[in-house]
């Protein structure tokens, strides 16, 4: 049976991380049971250099990803050798009090996506082997305050990585209204998540501009791109203004509604001025921005569009077009 | 407490977790399989298969220097702490994703409002420390965020009252019906999935119920005890609405326009249409809190079934009509 990738890295990572001098590759897979076995004769492989050389490419990978510094030395005779330095790989003292250990497993708990959940207990486990208070839970279980951080979007961890790693990326992605995706050429900048749900922020090179994207409307994969950014990365990036105007809440006008004096609470909560006019009817001063029409639509008889005459026609409009049905 | 996020066990995270375990088990000769667990936020059967692969492991295979560890079922005994230098055993410093993961986190959780400000504070505290620990791997948390939605001073109520163990009185708001109505609830917990919620027994109808904070027309502190009855906690990672499958079915027809439905909706099946619509299936335990959609969709899309909901979406937009000819008239 093959030895399990994780006793595999495991050891690469202690022998990388035990040695004062460079290994080099040939020691490495010599003392590595798991490399042995890859190169034995007969263990399948024609090709077992091969092999072992793509498996071990892929470990110093994974474990880099685990965020070990591993230095590659060349020594005298021009063979490359292998060491993790334990000065570049410490973690810094940190000393945390029973508190802010509480604080920091709760916040670790947040995750619902698989790799940053991961990554987020082995952050803390880092830091409890760094000496970090064990946890008295001061939250209980009732009482409890449970954040979670939802990620149901595929293209979350693709994006993240391209992100993170500055690779620029293309996409299909199909706009609120259009029948079709069209392909998108981006370089991705910032992922903010906005009343749950994830939104992108990058540089669109196909119209030249920055864009925000919501991720749940990327259709197919995310594939990146060889080559590097072509525009700076600005220091601070709006994601959530610009979502705020999609939705329509950056009203610039004001609307005049009737409405049935026990219907509509939430536009009574946004009304800036409310007035009887007896007979179950109030009447009402609303923001009118983009969107407003079919939000009335809603709220079906128990609401009457006074001005402007635009929303009164789109929303008499939307109503035909049920009423037809 | 919910379940923890359920996630394949895999190498790479089982390589992260026993990295540290060694440097925590050099340190705790004798250490209990419970505690180490719960330390590690892990099962102890998670545990116990990490110290079936540690004793394989090494510095170096050939010497014969393995992790001479193991446990009898209670305790865990390394034999030869020495087989791994001082060095070695050093705590590790954060990786870019696991400075981001913990960060990110840690930053949306601090403006929860009505989080109490001494856990705030704790928190801030832990997250300058950890940003300062991370160094350059603290870089990359800078381009990821999260806002919790919540009302302010609903939460505090909510939240102290849980506290307090007091009951609730609220004026709440259902989209579905177009009405506030009263209730007294014992609020179990506050939960933020994109919105923030209180799941609570309701006095009203005896029942779980879910609500959204920002739906909260009006709260009060009673001066009642809370005592909802002992009910298990669901997990939510699957989201809040969990449709039944007893629900009766909708069949909803909508054109590229009305896409957003498939987002917003938890569905059982879209189905694409040839013009760019999708078809989409959904359950509900009332059909007829859906007429709102079927009037906000308009021509964008068409309610196919049940016939009485795309019926009474007809004739409610018919009486809509009608006042406005009726305004006309009067005009």
Request: charged share 30%.
């Amino acid at each position: 049976m093959a030895i399990a990738k994780a006793e595999r890295l495991m050891n690469l990572a202690l022998c990388l991380l035990g040695t004062r001098r460079p290994l080099s590759k040939r020691e490495l897979r010599d003392s590595i049971e798991a490399y042995v076995e890859a190169v034995r004769p007969g263990s399948g492989a024609a090709g077992s250099d091969d092999s072992f050389n793509r498996m071990f490419e892929r470990d110093k990978d994974d474990l880099r990803e685990l965020g070990l510094v591993i230095e590659t030395v060349e020594n005298l005779d021009g063979e490359t050798g292998y060491l993790a330095r334990r000065d570049s790989n410490r973690l810094p003292p940190i000393t945390l009090d029973a508190e802010e250990a509480a604080a920091l497993g709760l916040a670790a708990k947040v995750w619902q996506q698989a790799r940053l959940a991961g990554a987020a207990s082995g952050a803390l486990q880092k830091l409890r082997a760094a000496g970090l208070p064990e946890d008295v839970d001061p939250y209980g279980a009732h009482g409890a305050l449970e954040p979670r951080i939802p990620v149901h979007e595929a293209a979350f961890e693709p994006l993240m990585l391209a992100l993170r790693d500055r690779r620029p990326v293309v996409f299909d992605y199909r706009k609120a209204n259009a029948a079709q995706p069209g392909q998108r050429h981006v370089e991705p900048w910032a992922l903010e998540c906005w009343r749950g749900h994830w939104y992108l922020a990058g540089w669109d090179r196909d119209r030249g501009a920055e864009r925000v994207f919501r991720l749940s409307r990327i259709t197919g994969k995310v594939r990146s791109r060889s080559g590097r950014f072509t525009v700076p990365v600005p220091d601070v990036v709006t994601v959530r203004e610009t979502v705020a105007s999609w939705a329509g809440e950056s009203a610039d006008r004001s609307a005049r509604i009737r409405l049935r004096s026990d219907a509509g609470y939430p536009l009574r909560a946004k009304a800036t001025a409310v007035r009887e006019l007896g007979e179950g009817w109030d009447e009402l001063e609303i923001p009118y921005g983009h969107g407003l029409d079919a939000w009335l639509v809603e709220f079906g008889p128990d609401v009457v569009v006074l001005e402007p005459a635009e929303l009164r026609a789109d929303v008499v409009d939307r109503l035909r077009a049920v009423a037809k049905g | 407490m919910a379940g923890k996020p359920v996630r394949p066990s895999n190498a790479i995270d089982q390589t992260r977790r026993m990295l540290s375990l060694v440097t925590y088990l050099r340190e705790r000769p004798g250490a209990r399989i419970e505690d180490v667990a719960r330390a590690f936020g892990i099962t102890e059967d998670e545990l116990v298969s990490d110290l079936d692969v540690l004793p394989m492991c090494g510095t170096s295979f050939r010497g014969g220097d393995l992790l001479d560890i193991d446990t009898d079922g209670e305790r865990i005994w390394w034999h030869n702490p020495a087989a791994l230098g001082a060095e070695a055993a050093e705590p590790l410093r954060l990786a870019a994703d696991e400075a981001t993961a913990l960060l990110v986190a840690a930053r949306a959780v601090a403006t929860l409002p009505g989080l109490r400000e001494s856990d705030r504070q704790a928190l801030l505290r832990a997250t300058a420390k950890v940003e300062t620990a991370a160094g350059e791997a603290a870089g990359a948390s800078s381009r990821l965020s999260v806002t919790f939605e919540s009302e302010g001073g609903v939460f505090a109520d909510v939240d102290r009252a849980i506290a307090e163990r007091r009951r609730l009185w609220i004026r709440y708001y259902s989209p579905a019906r177009d009405e506030v109505t009263e209730r007294e609830i014992d609020p179990i917990r506050l939960v933020s999935v994109g919105h923030t919620y209180v799941e609570a027994w309701c006095r009203r109808s005896e029942a779980r119920r879910t609500f959204r904070l920002d739906r909260v027309a009006e709260i009060r502190i009673l001066d009642e005890p809370s005592a909802p009855p002992e009910v298990e906690l669901r997990d939510l990672s699957e989201g809040l609405v969990q449709p039944a499958a007893e629900d009766p079915e909708v069949v909803v027809e909508v054109a590229p326009g009305g896409r957003w439905v498939a987002e917003y909706y938890p569905h059982d099946s879209a189905e694409e249409l040839p013009d760019g619509g999708l078809r989409i299936i959904l359950r509900t335990p009332d059909p007829a809190s859906l007429r709102r959609l079927a009037l906000r969709l308009g021509r964008d899309g068409r309610i196919v079934e049940p016939h009485e909901l795309a019926d009474s979406a007809r004739q409610a937009a018919r009486e809509a009509l009608a006042a406005y000819d009726g305004v006309e008239a009067a005009g």
